[in-house]
């Protein structure tokens, strides 16, 4: 058997497809001959798929497909018969409107229940929005952390904002256009005006725009003009400053405050503050 013919050979099982994120010419052959062949295609919305296998060349009539909605009201609705599709060895393919099934958007469920009933589980990989991002932002790779969508509101949102500002990896996040405004701001305030960040807008798409900057810039720039679109944020990692003072520049800090009427012990505590260094160090300079 050729390559040619190995590859169009589509398995039995629970396939997660990813469809285009905007450009349909992004979608890939491979993904295309799952959804030719499935019996049961679980969507977010049976008209946006019909339109996408129609765009594919894939004839609803002859392929017999039925579209079943999948979302995250009826995901566990379908369970039932997503295993019994696969109990007669059919191919089930999960889709989303766009992207890449189970990253921010149903399919973990569907996942999860066909593992638990030792189903095999396949994936025809494809475009997703925080990779292009990542990829096209210039920051650091190596390192990466996908985030999602923020929590909206409370304290749920303000723990995760404050993890976010001490992370060490350069972190992408999902965010709706109404709300963009308010999350820069959020970021300004725990990661300071001068973190780097890139926002990317309609990836893929006839508008697509990457837009580089600080934090600081950021702000101006999203409270200017009214944010369309859906937007990936890329964060830069944080990065420790670290200063190295010598016991001359301590004594120094120390001197100054107490000629300006500090106590010792205030002085002590200013230039800990002041510095960002230990406070038992500067003591230990305050008594030489």
Known sequence: ??????????????WLVSTPIGNIRDMTLRATDVLRVASLICCEDTRRTGRLLTLLGIDREKSRARLVIANEHTEYEIVDEVLAALSRHEVVAVVTDAGTPGISDPGAHVVRAAIDNNYPIWSAPGATAFVSAAIVSGLPTTHLAFDGFLPRSGSERATHLQRLAT?????????APHRLVRTIEDLHAVCGPDRHIVLCREITKMHEETWRGTLAEAQVMVSARE????YVIVIAPFQEVVTDFTDDDIFAALHK???DGMSKKSAVDAVAQQLGIARNRVYRVSVQ
């Not at 058997?1 to 629970?14: H, T, Y």
């Not at 992370?167 to 965010?175: I, Q």
């Not at 944010?227 to 859906?230: A, I, L, N, T, Y």
Request: include cysteine.
């Open 257 to 259: 405050c107490v000629t």
């Open 227 to 230: 944010p369309r679109g859906e």
């Open 1 to 14: 058997m050729s390559l040619d013919e190995q590859s169009v050979i589509v398995q039995p099982g629970l």
């Open 167 to 175: 992370d060490t990896r350069t972190v992408v996040l999902y965010e």
